[in-house]
């Protein structure tokens, strides 16, 4: 045998073991995956057995802030049903139905309120010499349900919603959208099914819908404060920038590219050459049309984005992307100035949810700082013991306290200055500062514009932060500023 | 030469391997009492009979080791013992009735009792070999017979075999049964060790040039072809992909450690291509594996379903795990996976103990690979090197194999998870893998003699022989 011209068998061994090493490590790698990074989409996937196995098991309550129940199990004649004892809490607490699926809250939060989510390693350790595979959670939401059922009756029969949060920390303290419908009759054996093919048939106003989160509505005059962000964020206004073409344009028209840009509804304001402040009291388009101008494209939407813009926003339910233009234009997305004129006063393209104008508004009141909404509180075990906590957490500091200033001002003004008044007055607190902005959002065509306001109060020191909107409602000042108004004044006695 | 007698055994401590089977023993009884707690709700250590027998009958073997004095390794066998008794564990958590058999006088016995008896006959046939095997040339001189062996159990395979899930691979022989595949590795290795250690420096020089190819030299080249084949007659034959594979697997790994010429290697996965595409084509079995595994969950309820549902029982069991006996294996009253104690335990093992855990059954396999790999090369000639390696990559590849098609990155094939799934054959086959491994590692097995004075006992062995011996030599 000649062994001397094969290499040592050594050396081949040890390129074998780093192969052998290597088919372990993508097992290894496979495990993370499936047991890490799919884990929970695994054990909540339809099909898995173990999710019809605890389909009929205990499911964890929704409650408020304060502990009123918004869903529970109850046993009525023996069985166990969903019961959702305030209907008013919907679309956002949602229903669940095994044979139906489920939404809002109960959707998001399936997993802790069945009881097969993992919770932190060590309660989950001892968990394992429990009986039990599965212990439901108990979700406390940020929802104060007085505040909530008030901002429903102020809807009342007209279509919209209304979102009211706490600046400061980014609670979501009511999510309001009208028309709604009954989560007990949507689970209720037997007629479940019939119910929500009359929910869903077309003309019925798609009371499915979460309007507060997923509404996608044409701005108006609201859209100049995110405008007005961009512009002063980026330095292209400040709070003295005056427009001296602007008392002209007033009466001949603010040509852009041959387009007009008309206003007509501040008259009184004469030959003044109005500065940011006085302008956002009197609402005025052409003033807005140039500030979106000397801003820019890139710049407004660069800002808008900075506000939550263009991507859903992160939160506990699903959220529609609210966008500043169409895009598809060669003008950073925009079709030529026309447009970003048009969009710097909230017509254009621009399409956003009420969530989002309510994140406007609050990075505002609270001194350039956005909060990341939150719906929840806390994720607790029925005994009390608190497995997930939900910690204010600033999302984005959009502009410094000393830009904000200004802005503030000048929404203090728009309710309450003289000249703001007849626009936004409706909305003053008795006996607080209130700050606003309403909008009246032409649709074009024959129908009604939407009404539109956002605002906070107190205005030094803001506690809540709102936006309102009804679709189709006419003048923002008319129709939406007073529900804000009322909201507000009424959360500041229930939570002195 | 004779052996020494029963008065020349010199008992050796084995301090290692008591340590780490202590540590084996305290893991597994701890799992019992974890298993027994969950099950009963409350502190308990139900009845560990079965574990007790188990540790009891490693603790012998592991006596016998020290009292016999062999300087064999000491970290395969608490590697196996561990991986057993997790076996054993998560046997007797499965619904028992999942496998009956009438054992006559000692009843009807079930699931975990079944492997118990599977497991203990392993553990004793690795303490037979690793003590008795003291010589090779019984292997190393007789290739071709066991190369015609083999042929001769495919074909028996064929002629008699049972299909089972339209797997044709159970023997019977009167009241016996069993998987010839499980054996038919083995005497793969052994031949191609033989072959190897033979030609190798021949493979390793010579070369055969075709346009860009570097092939061996053609007469090197037909055994190639010859393996390239049974591996495709294993998948048509037995409909067994996983045994085909894995023995390709280990005959390429095996050539490049004799050879280390990356070309054969790159031909020989050339072949295998080929051979998959023609195999995709003609058996519509291999389309709908290819297909599950693709994507199993357009087929989630038809035949994508096990690997659906064991992609469940990964997803449940998380980093952690539910704890033993706390998984649902039978959520409704059927099995959550199917074949949940055979191709699909490792799922079954990584729900109840998660990543970490089944992470740490990687570890044991890894463990084996490089006390194999290191007995390989400490080997004292090539044969020895070739047949540990060989003996290695039978075990560590089928448990990389069945554990990466359980996790969807490979194909699923029916390979089982040495030592861990349920099944006698299995266990029995890497019994023989592990024993002769041990028995490769005691520097004092000789090398062949050379063929001179035979003693007596000698004489009447190679009389023995005779047929077999003639038949090296026609084929040579």
Known sequence: MNRGSAPPV???????????????????????????????????????????????????????????????????????????????????????????????????????????????????????????TASPLDVVTSLDMRLQADA????????????????????????????????????????????????????????????????????????????????????????????????????????????????????????????????????????????????????????ARRLGFEAAIPFDLPTAVSQVTSGGGPLDGFVDDVELANAAYGQGTTAVTPLQMALVAATIADGGT??????????????????????????????????????????????????????????????????????????????????????????????IAVAVIIEQGGHGGEVAAPLGGQLMGDWLRLAP | MIRPSLAGIHPRPRGRETTLLALAAAALLTGWVSLATTQAGRLSAGDPHLLVIYLVAAAVIHVLFVVTGRRTDQVLFPAVVLLGGISLLFMARLPPSLVTQDAGPAGILTLAPLQLVWLVLSLSTIGGLAILVRNDTWLRNYKYSWAAAGVTLLVLVFLFGDEVNGVRLTLRVGPLAGQPSELLKIILVVFLAGYLAENRALLAATSLRVGPLDLPPLAYLLPMLAM??????????????GAALLFFAVFLGLLYVATQRTSFVALGLLLAAVGSVFLYAVEPTVQ??????????????????QIVRGLYAFGRGGLLGTGLGAGLPSPDGTLAVPALATDYVFAGVAEELGAAGAIALIGLYLVIAERGLRIAARGADDFRALLAAGLTLVLVLQAALIMAGDLKLVPLTGVTLPFVAYGGSSLLGSGICVGLLMALSDAGVEAPAPPQALTRGERLRARGRGVAGRFERAVR
């Open chain 1, 10 to 132: 050594r050396h081949g061994l040890a390129r074998l073991a780093v192969a052998v090493l290597l088919c372990y490590a993508a097992v290894a790698l496979g495990l993370g995956y499936w047991q890490g990074l799919q884990a929970q989409a695994l054990t909540n996937d339809p099909g898995n057995p173990l999710v019809a196995a605890l389909r009929d098991g205990p499911r964890g309550r929704i409650l408020d802030a304060r502990g009123t129940v918004l869903a529970q199990d109850v046993t009525v004649g023996g069985v166990r049903v969903r019961r959702y004892p305030h209907p008013a809490a919907e679309p956002a607490v949602g229903y669940w139905s095994p044979t139906l699926g489920s939404s809002g809250l109960e959707h998001t939060y399936d997993a802790d309120l069945s009881g097969l989510a993992g919770t932190s390693p060590v309660d989950e350790l001892l968990r394992k010499f429990g009986a039990s």
């Open chain 1, 370 to 463: 956005l909060m990341r909404p939150t719906l929840v509180d806390t994720v607790r075990s029925p005994d009390g013991t608190v497995v997930q906590h939900t910690e204010p957490q600033v999302w984005q500091q959009v502009l410094s306290g000393a830009q904000d200033a200004v802005l503030r001002a000048a929404m203090t003004g728009a309710v309450e200055s003289a000249w703001g008044r007849p626009f936004a007055g409706s909305a003053a607190i008795p006996g607080v500062q209130t700050a606003g902005k309403t909008g009246t959002a032409q649709l074009g065509g024959s129908g009604e514009p939407h009404a539109w306001f956002i605002g906070f109060a107190p205005a030094a020191a803001p506690r």
């Open chain 2, 228 to 241: 390239w084949g049974i591996a495709l007659a294993v998948v048509v034959v037995q409909r067994d992909l």
């Open chain 1, 152 to 303: 429903v009756k102020l809807l009342g029969k007209q279509k919209g919603a209304i979102v009211a949060l706490d600046p400061t920390t980014g609670r979501v303290l009511a999510l309001a959208s009208t028309p709604s419908f009954d989560p007990d009759r949507v689970v209720a054996p037997g007629t479940g099914p019939a119910y929500m093919a009359g929910l869903s048939a077309p003309g019925n106003a798609s009371p499915l819908l979460d309007r507060a989160t997923q509404g996608l509505y044409t701005p108006g005059s609201v859209f100049k404060m995110v405008t007005a962000i961009a512009g002063i964020g980026s330095g292209a206004i400040t709070g003295a920038t005056t427009y001296p073409d602007q008392p002209g344009e007033e009466r001949s028209g603010f040509v852009v590219d041959g387009f007009k840009v008309v206003d007509g509804h501040h008259d009184f304001t004469g030959d003044t050459a109005l500065d940011f402040v006085q302008a956002t009291e009197v609402s005025c388009n052409i003033y807005f049309a140039h500030v979106g101008l000397a801003t820019g494209a890139g710049a407004l939407r660069d800002w």
């Open chain 2, 288 to 305: 709908v594996r290819v297909a599950i595994w693709l994507d199993p969950f357009a087929q989630a309820l038809g035949s994508g379903f």
